[in-house]
């Protein structure tokens, strides 16, 4: 069963960090292309980061690029996203996603197999 699960979400001050793991069962990462999206309340699901297979070439929107990175372990099957000066415009619920051939990576319906996401709340 191929399986992908978030963690790391949580609350965190305004300038505050978290870093988010999606571990993946079932199946090898290193395969796909892995995107995190974020769907705040009233909002359609974004794509803000993504990680290629193979070369490892990284995506960022540009609301997260310079704050947000991208990293994965092979080993471990997991990947991670490492989100830093947090503002209150990034309170969501994340999710990533593992997609094979995947040619446009903001666009969710390019992607196979998603996480049950989790809450990343950002408030003083």
């Known amino acids: 069963q191929l399986q992908l699960v978030e963690s790391g979400g949580g609350l965190v001050q305004p300038g505050g960090s978290l870093r988010l793991s999606c571990a993946a069962s079932g199946f090898s990462l290193d395969y796909y292309t892995i995107g995190w999206f974020r769907q705040a309340p009233g909002k359609e699901r974004e794509g803000i980061v993504c990680i290629n297979s193979g070369d490892g070439t990284t995506y960022y929107d540009y609301s997260v690029k310079g704050r947000f990175t991208i990293s994965r372990d092979n080993a471990k099957n997991t990947v991670y996203l490492q989100m830093n000066s947090l503002q209150p415009s990034d309170t969501a619920v994340y999710y990533c996603?593992?997609?094979?051939?995947?040619?446009?990576?903001?666009?969710?319906?390019?992607?196979?197999?998603w996480g049950q996401g989790t809450q990343v709340t950002v408030s003083s």
């Open positions: 996603a593992a997609g094979f051939g995947v040619r446009s990576p903001v666009v969710p319906a390019q992607y196979d197999c």
